[in-house]
């Protein structure tokens, strides 16, 4: 007789197999007694020991007896073999999932199982032909090249020990040992980067609409949202056919030790998340400088991405943007514009100061003529001034519902918007290539297209992940923040991205697992990053700007740090 109740198949599921996995999905973890494990097979392990031991009753477990706790892996079809093994039906890659990441890539596309989706579109080329079973699957690829932009520093064994997890320790009905490298590259290459692309623009115009319907703002100018427009270098590993394509900056002849990927990034001041990319040459051989090659990508960027210059956004940009055709073609999309000068272009004043300092000018360019409002301002940091004047542009006339104090303020955002998001960007990436600091590990110019795409889609779902946490997170009970909401800016972007690793690991996106699981280890995820925070607004301030860590060695000189909020002086008319 059973000690255990056998719990009857509820009706409102319509299945038997639904209703037993009920308790699974509330409890998470099974419990059996040593004594009541069994081989099913007749003659012990069989010829290669590919089976499952089974629970051969369901004796009362007492204190003191010895249990395995088990940890569900996957809910699979069993295969009985004749000499009694019991096997998995199916393949690895059905099961394995990208954890709290995937999910969110799913709520961000609106889509369930948007990888698969994709996956099932894919026409595969190169040394990977038919539609055989194979060590991976285009599913499992796609996944594969995602992980790996996210643990620079373990090569295409571990990325896959780490995607597959405790699923290559099942006893599949086929024998699955893990992909070598070898395999990883044929796939890669079979792949191509149209699927990886694919996803990245339908995660990017998610997190578009996710900023549309919700105020992340941390910074206000006026009733617009800050955006922010910067370009970047992304090395990549030395190979003929990439430096044809993407050249080197910096050297007249192209002399640069590693090619660069050229990249223009739009993003959300407050969230720091990428709303659109565009990408091209670094502008090698002298044949356009810095601000030129970028310049390029914003034209580029105003027709791919034209639907997120709106009017109740103001895009923050340094001097490396401006050009009266180019701003001129950014308002007539109907958005505004906040733009510092460079020296040696010439303002024309167009009337008097405004009460608040700031005056109207003409710029002129290209044959156009376009009149912006100017604010000039100094800033003092700890007593000291700063050494250089701002001068900012603007298409905001209306001096009292934008003071030139906010817009001042608003173009410190850049920095959040651009500098630190393309550093967090870049951390994930660090140490990947063959050579220290952040690089592509990709050595052909469709790889290196491959892989940016899931560098960008990957590092975006860290952000994500992050603004999930800060939604379930609870205020601080003490401190400056006490009882103030949790912003995703609070929240440890490297912390979130370790957290999604970690829910790879444990398998917490097994599709074949129950809901109830799934949402339980989900929520598990989310509540431990929700604690991981950041503190924020530290007025920290250095002698001279910094893009990355400094290397210097013990003993050697040390950039002076200042902690003191900075003061903005808006430049005023001399009176007599």
């Known amino acids: 007789m059973s000690f255990y109740p056998v719990m009857p198949p509820d009706v409102t599921l319509g299945c038997t197999e639904d209703a037993a996995l009920g308790p699974l999905g509330q409890a998470g973890v099974v419990a059996v007694r040593v004594a009541d494990l069994a081989c099913p097979a007749r003659q012990g392990l069989g010829r290669d020991g590919r089976t499952a031991l089974t629970a051969a009753g369901a004796g009362r477990i007492r204190s003191g007896d010895l249990v395995v706790w088990l940890k569900p892996v996957a809910v699979a079809p069993a295969v009985v073999r004749r000499d009694g093994r019991v096997q998995a039906a199916g393949h690895p890659a059905d099961h394995a ?49 995602l992980l790996m932009t996210l643990v620079p520093d373990a090569g295409y064994p571990e990325v896959l020990d780490i995607l597959l997890g405790d699923l290559v320790l099942m006893p599949w009905q086929r024998p699955f040992q893990v992909p070598t490298a070898a395999v990883a590259c044929t796939w890669r290459e079979a792949l191509g980067p149209a699927p990886l692309e694919r996803l990245r623009d339908m995660e990017l115009a ?48 192209d002399s640069s030790p590693f090619p660069q990927l050229r990249e223009l990034r739009i993003s959300a001041a407050s969230t720091r998340a990428t709303f659109g990319v565009i990408t091209g040459p670094s502008g090698a051989g002298g044949a356009r400088d810095k601000g030129e090659a970028e310049q390029v990508l914003l034209d580029k960027a105003l027709k791919e991405y034209r639907h997120l210059f709106t009017s109740w956004r103001l895009w923050v940009m ?61 800033v003092t940091m700890a007593g000291r001034d700063a050494p250089e004047l701002f001068c900012l542009i603007t298409d905001l006339h209306d001096h009292e519902t934008y003071p030139a104090q906010t817009l001042a303020r608003a173009y410190h ?42 560098w960008v889609t990957a590092v975006e779902l860290a952000r994500a992940t992050a603004r999930a946490a800060a939604a379930v997170a609870a205020p601080a009970r003490r401190g400056r923040r006490a009882g103030q909401p949790v912003h995703p800016r609070e929240i440890s972007f490297t912390a979130a991205r370790r957290a999604i690793i970690a829910s790879v690991r444990s398998g917490a996106a097994t599709t074949s697992l129950p809901a109830q699981m799934i949402t339980a280890r989900r929520e598990h995820t989310l509540a431990g990053l929700a604690r991981r925070r950041v503190q924020v607004d530290r007025h920290r301030h250095r002698d001279r700007k910094t893009k990355a860590r ?20 808006v430049c005023q008319p001399l009176t007599a």
């Open 97 to 145: 999932r990208l954890g709290v990441a995937e999910q969110r890539l799913d709520e961000l596309c609106g889509i369930p199982g948007v990888i698969d989706q994709v996956a099932r579109s894919v026409a595969l080329e190169g040394r990977v032909k038919g539609a055989a079973r194979r060590a991976m699957t285009p599913g499992l690829a796609i996944r594969f090249t």
């Open 206 to 253: 998610g997190i578009d609409g996710e900023h549309r319907e919700h105020d992340y703002r941390a910074v206000t100018a006026g009733d617009l949202e800050t955006g922010s427009i910067d370009g970047s270098l992304i090395r990549v590993p030395d190979s003929p056919a990439s430096r044809q394509a993407f050249g080197s900056a910096g050297t007249a002849d």
């Open 318 to 378: 340094d001097r490396n943007f401006p050009g009266v055709s180019r701003i001129k073609a950014m308002l007539e999309a109907g958005t505004h514009v906040l733009i510092r000068v460079r020296d040696g272009i010439t303002l024309r004043r167009a009337g008097d100061f405004l009460p608040d300092g700031s005056y109207l000018a003409e710029i002129s360019g290209g044959g156009i003529t376009l009149t912006v409002r100017v604010i000039e301002y100094t």
């Open 413 to 454: 955002w850049r920095w959040v918007g651009s500098e630190t998001c393309l550093k967090e960007a870049k951390s994930a990436i660090s140490g990947a290539g063959p050579s220290t600091g952040p690089m592509l590990r990709s050595h052909s110019p469709g790889l290196v297209a491959q892989e940016h795409a899931a």
């Open 550 to 569: 400094p290397g210097f060695p013990a003993g050697g000189p040390r950039l002076v740090t200042r902690t003191a909020p900075a003061e903005i002086s």
